[in-house]
């Protein structure tokens, strides 16, 4: 593991409190648009598993329309908190785990945002080997220039890159994917202009 990842995942850890209290509790607006258009087609006997669950709610939202959701985490905070609450949930870091089998759907919000340049690279091309033909990996990033760490919202480090729209998709592209579909998220915590991203495999 990567010292910022390891870092990052350190002040989930010790601040899982801090992090639901400073999150949207509802899915709603661009993000609720974006699931339902990862969703549109798909059907609910599809297999997908959620990359960064953190406290559930977007699979929360996902299985209120018929679907099954894996949640899994990075951070073991989360992964105790989610099987507290009657889920299944596995404990699961993107960069350094291997996928068990594959899936319909790989979703991951607000997680690859986290990752190197070079880590996302290695992590697109391990997802679209996990993925079933024609499956979909849907996921956001910040968008923007550079990288940096901020103590925000959690009073403690987190590592984070910023992407641009060409960016992306040209990675995208070079891992595979056949097409590739970015839009404009919005704007979050302290004004910061989303990502959404579906790729399909």
């Known amino acids: 593991m990567s010292e910022t990842n390891g870092t990052t995942i350190q002040s989930y850890e010790a601040h899982i409190q801090e992090y639901i209290d400073g999150t ?3 899915v709603n607006g ?10 549109d087609g798909l059907s609910t006997d599809a297999k997908i598993i959620e990359v960064g669950s953190a406290f559930g709610r977007d ?3 996902i299985e209120s329309l018929g679907y099954s959701v894996l949640r899994t985490d990075a951070t073991d905070g989360f992964v105790k908190l989610l099987t507290e609450q009657g889920h299944q949930a596995n404990g699961f870091n993107l960069i350094t785990d291997d996928f068990d089998t594959q899936y319909d759907l790989v979703f991951a919000d607000a997680v690859l945002l986290h990752f190197t340049r070079d880590e996302v690279s290695g992590v697109t091309r391990k997802i679209h080997d996990a993925l079933t033909p024609n499956g979909r990996f849907s996921f956001s990033l910040k968008q923007g220039q550079g990288e940096n760490w901020s103590e925000d919202k959690l009073g403690a480090p987190r590592y984070f890159c910023y992407w641009e729209q060409p ?3 040209e990675l995208l592209a070079g891992s595979g ?3 590739v579909r970015v839009s404009d998220g919005g704007s979050g915590h302290n004004n910061a202009k989303w990502l959404h991203i579906i790729a399909t495999k």
């Open 24 to 26: 949207p509790q509802e």
């Open 30 to 39: 661009d993000v609720k648009s974006w699931i339902d258009a990862t969703l």
């Open 59 to 61: 699979a929360n939202y």
């Open 167 to 169: 960016q992306i998709t």
């Open 177 to 179: 994917f056949s097409d």
